[in-house]
């Protein structure tokens, strides 16, 4: 986390930089207690999520995992690139969200190195277990790159709630209001 002091102000350089998704390039300080950003490239802002509301929610609740999972001044590469694959997935039009959650929630457990394999006691669809086992294995870069049927979705969706439960421990308000739209 960064402050970005003097934000708010017309005109200000930072402004664009601080809005949810940007993602981009920032050249930070430390201050005596925070970091602080002194300036800001952005390449990509997610512009298509501002107005999808259900999407943003997908991406608040991504950006709420991530905050949870990671730690400042860890080497965080691939849970940013994990991020950034999946916004790029929501505001693909093909790609069903539910699928880009699965993926992410999974994922996000794989890159933490705590994935523990299918949860054991259920007769799992043979296209399930390959498409978990694409999950694991695959580069970032492709893990959008497939579709599933309605059984395989809901069934990555058990697997995606059962790792949350016993991995992210936590209430996450995005996700309330998520299921709220999507029910």
């Known amino acids: 986390s960064a402050f970005a002091k003097g934000a708010r102000r017309q005109g200000s350089r930072l402004m664009a930089s601080t ?4 993602f981009g390039q920032f050249k930070l300080y430390q201050g005596k207690t925070s970091y602080n950003i002194m300036e800001a490239s952005i390449d990509q802002y997610f512009e298509t999520l501002r107005d999808d509301f259900v999407g943003a ?26 991020l950034y694959q999946s916004m790029r997935a929501l505001v693909h039009p093909s790609i069903d969200n539910r699928l880009v ?15 523990p394999g299918l949860p054991a006691g259920k ?16 580069s970032i870069e492709k ?4 579709k599933v049927s309605e059984k395989v979705l809901l069934e990555l969706s ?26």
Do not use: H
């Open 19 to 22: 809005n949810p998704f940007s």
């Open 57 to 82: 929610y997908y991406g608040m609740y991504f950006l709420e995992i991530a905050d949870y999972y990671t730690r400042e001044n860890n080497d965080e590469l691939q849970m940013l690139k994990l």
């Open 101 to 115: 959650r699965c993926i992410f929630e999974i994922k996000a457990v794989v890159v933490n190195g705590e994935f």
């Open 123 to 138: 007769d799992w669809d043979e296209s399930t277990v390959y498409t978990i086992q694409f999950i694991e294995t695959a």
């Open 143 to 146: 893990l959008y790159s497939f």
């Open 158 to 183: 058990y697997v995606g709630n059962t790792l949350r439960e016993r991995f992210f421990q936590k209430e996450y308000k995005s996700l309330e209001i998520l299921e709220t739209l999507t029910n």
